[in-house]
């Protein structure tokens, strides 16, 4: 009874291959674990840990600060929409309400650093 090789590393032996195709075989066999184990120790090596470590950061960094320029971006808009009218000309009944609040927080923030100090 003779056994074949299948092509996808069955360990059955054929009575056809030549000592040359073995050792071809062994051969491929052997780059292409040098290969997977190059690939492994590149992998596992603290420099791309590192390195992957650090594209993840600033790949999160990047995201809160875009969602951050969005949404301030957003506030802005929103803000100017209710103090612009559509022509852009001031909303004066909306300005001075608002001029008014700044004024006081910032006298309240003077007051209160003064009482601090003394």
């Known amino acids: 009874m003779s056994h074949h090789r299948d092509d996808h590393g069955g360990s ?3 009575d056809a291959r030549t000592p040359a195709q073995i050792e071809a075989d062994i051969k491929r066999r052997r780059d292409q674990l040098a290969e997977t184990l ?5 992998r596992v090596h603290p420099k791309t840990i590192v390195g992957d470590a650090k594209a993840k950061v600033v790949a ?4 809160s600060l875009g969602r951050a320029y969005v949404g301030a971006n957003r506030f802005v808009s929103d803000v100017r929409g209710q103090l612009v009218t ?3 000309s001031p ?3 909306r ?3 608002v001029a ?4 006081g927080l910032v006298g309240l923030l003077v007051v209160s650093s003064r ?4």
Do not use: F, K, Q, T
């Open 100 to 103: 008014l609040v700044a004024v």
């Open 115 to 118: 009482r601090r100090s003394a």
């Open 12 to 14: 059955a032996v054929s």
């Open 60 to 63: 999160g960094v990047d995201n």
């Open 91 to 93: 909303r004066i009944e």
């Open 86 to 88: 559509e022509d852009g």
């Open 38 to 42: 190059d690939e492994i120790g590149v």
């Open 95 to 97: 300005i001075v309400p």
